[in-house]
């Protein structure tokens, strides 16, 4: 009986220290404001749905949306050739190890407008208006920007 006793005693101990000698608590995981990580400016050339070249001029600035509290980046496309010199607003997040995503947050618009950052290249998506026509039928097409980094060697 005695024997018993010191069993359980000991198997009650073994369960105690189980419980409390696992400590998972890491350092703790900070969030990392994504729209501090991917200012710039790029350089490249925008493209038509069929690959044809519109622009090779096209300059895309992009920088924090300074607001309180939100975690956003404004997108600047300005190109002499097309006269076009347009901003905008977008919800920017991280999406692997140097890769962001950016997109306006509406899943209707986010099909014809944003982009990603991928390290030092760029691809920006957009739907561009009338102001835009290229020919009788190019206006409320999607375009593609693809771009490199300012300062890039890759350019």
Request: glycine fraction near 8%.
């Amino acid at each position: 009986m005695k024997l018993k006793s010191i069993l359980f005693l000991m198997l009650g101990v073994l369960f105690s220290l189980t419980f409390a000698a696992c400590d998972d608590d890491d350092d703790p995981v900070t969030h990392t404001d994504a729209s501090v990580l991917v200012g710039g400016t790029f350089n490249g050339s925008m493209f038509d749905e069929d690959g044809n070249e519109k622009a090779s001029d096209v300059v895309v600035t992009i920088s924090k949306f300074e607001a309180e509290n939100t975690q956003a980046i404004t997108v600047k496309i300005a190109s002499a050739t097309l006269k076009m010199d347009q901003e905008a607003v977008f919800n920017v997040a991280k999406a692997g190890e140097n890769r962001y995503t950016f997109g306006n947050g509406s899943a209707a618009a986010a099909r014809n407008t944003g982009g990603v950052i991928d390290g030092n290249d760029l691809t920006v998506y957009t739907t561009l208006s009338s102001k835009f026509k290229f020919n009788a039928t190019s206006s409320a097409k999607r375009y593609t920007i693809k771009a490199v980094k300012a300062g890039d060697l890759n350019i």
